[in-house]
């Protein structure tokens, strides 16, 4: 049974960063395209950034490119977010999920996590 685990979110001032972990269970996230998602009250969930099956290939949102990274340990079946110079319209849910395909369409991931609220005040 698949299970994904988010942690690490929480508050912070704009400007600074925190390190989102998605625990990994009943999957490999090495051959596994995972990405991360987030949705804030009264929004429809989006595409924050993705990761290749292979990990080569990354791909981010407009909105964060530059300040976010995606990154996975497959020793340790995670997948981070490392999230820099945050700013308070970052304030979501944040979701990792496996996808079935090479997509940031969130009908195109089949598993997702609890979410973990990340709260940027200004």
């Known amino acids: 049974q698949v299970q994904l685990v988010e942690s690490g979110g929480g508050l912070v001032q704009a400007g600074g960063s925190l390190r989102l972990s998605c625990a990994a269970s009943g999957l490999t996230v090495s051959g596994s395209q995972m990405g991360w998602f987030r949705q804030a009250p009264g929004k429809e969930r989006e595409f924050v950034a993705k990761?290749?099956?292979?990990?080569?290939?990354?791909d981010y949102a407009y909105s964060v490119k530059g300040r976010f990274a995606i990154s996975r340990d497959s020793a340790k079946n995670m997948v981070y977010l490392q999230m820099n110079s945050l700013k308070p319209e970052d304030t979501a849910v944040y979701y990792c999920?496996?996808?079935?395909?090479?997509?940031?369409?969130?009908?195109?991931?089949?598993?997702w996590g609890q979410g973990t609220q990340v709260t940027v005040s200004s």
């Open positions: 999920a496996r996808g079935s395909t090479w997509s940031a369409d969130p009908s195109d991931y089949d598993f």
């Open positions: 990761i290749s099956g292979t990990g080569r290939i990354t």
